[in-house]
């Protein structure tokens, strides 16, 4: 199994620009989410969902869009990227409920907005 | 909703001593506290978690203990080695919800 994808590992955008990180898992987890890693701020949840067709806001959701059209998948869109953006994203999968199981974190996402 | 508080930020000791990382959690009904473990450059990873109908887990040099009644949590790493230098996350589900909230983190380096 691969686990929890992301791609791209490294981007960088010019503020107004608009982009997707995709993230993907084989495990057959319900719940995914993404967050956000700044320094001193820790890990900030941006969007989670607990199934396909389900999504809700986490704790920072303002700049991003995120759907689940099948369970596998889990992309994260920034409509149009702030300097603010500029952090390392990270996308988890879980059983459900996912506040209550192990979190299966992908390796990152290094996002750079100029 | 849950807010998580994590402490200290940054911890050093010499190799062989002991380390202590405390959390504590705003909501009563909070139920699952896990600890994760992010080296440099890696992703994060569960390295002990605790549920709140115990007091104490341990796992070979790592341990967490949990006090209801006070509302925090703590990671206890014995006999350090310098491999157990990084980031240290604590969490805690925010209630009638379905989000985990992550302390701030802990930089621990453990020095030979």
């Known amino acids: 199994n691969a686990g929890v994808t992301q791609t791209p590992k490294f981007q960088v955008l010019k503020t107004g620009q608009s982009m997707t990180l995709q993230c993907a898992q084989d495990?057959?987890?319900?719940?995914m989410s993404w967050y956000r890693q700044d320094p001193g701020m820790g890990l900030r949840l941006i969007h989670y969902?607990?199934?396909?067709?389900?999504?809700d806001q986490g704790e920072v959701p303002n700049g991003y869009n995120v759907s689940r059209s099948t369970t596998e998948d889990f992309p994260l869109r920034l409509l149009s990227a702030a300097p603010s953006q500029t952090s390392v994203y990270f996308c988890?999968?879980?059983?459900?409920?996912?506040?209550?199981?192990?979190?299966?974190f992908g390796p990152g996402t290094r996002l750079t907005v100029t | 909703g849950e807010n998580v508080e994590q402490h200290p930020s940054t911890l050093s000791v010499q190799e062989g001593d002991s380390a202590v990382i405390k959390c504590t959690y705003s909501d009563s009904a909070s139920n699952y506290f896990p600890w994760y473990k992010q080296e440099l450059g890696k992703r994060p990873q569960l390295i002990i978690d605790?549920?709140?109908?115990?007091g104490e887990k341990k796992d070979q040099r790592i341990a967490v203990t949990l006090n209801k009644t006070a509302k925090h949590f703590s990671l206890h790493i014995t006999e350090t080695q310098p491999e157990d230098s990084a980031v240290y996350f604590c969490a805690a589900p925010a209630p009638n919800t379905d989000k985990l909230i992550f302390g701030t983190g802990t930089r621990l380096q453990v020095f030979p």
């Open positions: 495990m057959n987890h319900e719940y």
């Open positions: 969902s607990v199934g396909a067709g389900i999504t």
């Open positions: 988890a999968s879980s059983y459900v409920p996912g506040s209550s199981y192990e979190q299966y």
């Open positions: 605790i549920r709140s109908n115990v």
